[in-house]
């Protein structure tokens, strides 16, 4: 297993503070080592160690898709550390400069964090002339492949995600939302279908989380999961220790549940039949050939997926949560229901409810009818639910 980069920076600093040079040289990966000699690199650790006195700290500043940037404090100075890791755990780059503000992250800027498939890539909006620590909000997207702004190539252009980060900016709150792996940014970080878990998602907002707590400009950390990723959102929140969460279209009840009935929609037989499939599923039997009809969503290839997935009962998840909870939910929602809503409230007592009039599962106002509300799926234009908004940020700076 890689090296985490944190690991190999303490490391670094242990040796770095006891004058071992020979040692440190030897934390260089052999293709650095080829354009840095020995005596070179030792008298390059000398040197700094005289000018700037012992290493204190490193503060992650950025990441791109090849190097991570560090905010570097000494006992006499700050340099910025730009480095990045070999697969077997060694400094392939190692680099020290002189440290401007600007090295910072900027008002809009690609960050990632690296996982066991791949780089997991996203967006981080600050307030504009930020100057003190700020909240921020770690955005976890729906089921599909929707990416950072909400969209997905399946037909939907709504922006939702984009307008949350736009509008929590204007209000002095920052925004992280991400690609998930497969997706857009982050497509080089796709598991086999066969291969993919509900783990794999969680996993990943939690090293988003780990990442935002790495970096002292945030007060606080509020985890906000929209639709699947509300699910995703609270259990990432409670493992990796948010300050507070926010569940957005989420339901209560476990998937083998919420997918028979929408199965009940086209009819009962219907229904029963997908039941059987959805038993074996969860029990982790594969059905080697599910009926034509279930042929494309329960195919064998996405079954362990389903299996993972069904293993998670929203309501005993939120339930653990010790941490501010708000829940909403859009009355116009056509794919949750207002009571899955009422059932979180319930499993988490100490949570707000709000349920938004009006609103559906993008975070737009829509009609009530069925086919009138998917025609705003497609419809960037229009604004973001302004009492959504408005509760979401009044949560997120409360005491």
């Known amino acids: 297993m890689k090296k985490p980069i944190d690991v190999a920076l303490g490391d670094f600093k242990r ?140 037909g939907i252009k709504c922006d939702t995600y984009k307008m949350i980060a736009d509008s929590l900016q204007k209000r002095g709150i920052a925004c992280l939302r991400y690609d998930k792996r497969g997706v857009g940014m982050s497509r080089a970080a796709a598991n086999d279908e066969s291969q993919l878990r509900f783990e794999n998602y969680i996993d990943d907002a939690v090293g988003w989380v780990k990442m935002l707590k790495s970096l002292s400009r945030f007060s606080e950390i509020t985890v906000l999961g929209h639709s699947e990723g509300s699910l995703i959102g609270m259990i990432a929140a409670n493992i990796a220790g948010a300050s507070k969460y926010v569940s957005v279209a989420g339901v209560a009840e476990p998937a083998d549940m919420i997918l028979y009935k929408q199965f009940l929609t086209s009819g009962f037989e219907v229904a029963e039949s997908a039941k059987q499939i959805l038993d074996s599923v969860k029990h982790e039997h594969i059905v080697e050939q599910p009926q034509p009809v279930f042929a494309s969503i329960f195919r064998k290839e996405v079954q362990p997926y389903m299996c993972s997935w069904m293993r998670f009962d929203p309501s005993t998840e939120i339930a653990k949560l010790k941490i501010p909870v708000l829940i909403v939910q859009g009355d116009h929602d056509i794919q949750v229901e207002t009571e899955q809503g009422n059932m979180l409230k319930k499993a988490c007592p100490s949570g707000k409810l709000l349920i938004v009039k009006g609103m559906n599962h993008i975070l737009k106002q829509a009609p009530e009818e069925r086919n009138a509300n998917i025609v705003t799926y497609s419809n960037p234009s229009l604004p973001l639910e302004s009492t959504f908004m408005t509760a979401l940020v009044r949560f997120v700076q409360s005491d």
């Open 15 to 154: 040796l770095f503070n006891a004058a071992r040079n020979d040692s440190l040289y030897d934390l260089l990966a052999d293709r650095l080592k080829t354009m840095l000699p020995h005596d070179i690199a030792i008298a390059m650790f000398a040197g700094v160690r005289a000018q700037y006195g012992e290493l204190r700290s490193f503060e992650l500043s950025k990441t791109t898709e090849t190097l991570a940037f560090y905010k570097t404090t000494f006992e006499k100075g700050v340099l910025t550390l730009s480095v990045a890791l070999s697969e077997d755990g060694k400094f392939e780059s190692l680099r020290l400069m002189p440290y401007t503000e600007s090295d910072g992250v900027e008002e809009a800027s690609n960050i990632c964090i690296t996982t066991d498939s791949g780089k997991i890539s996203g967006i981080l909006t600050l307030p504009e002339g930020a100057t003190e620590k700020v909240p921020v909000v770690l955005l976890i997207a729906g089921s599909g492949p929707t990416d950072h702004n909400g969209n997905s190539h399946l």
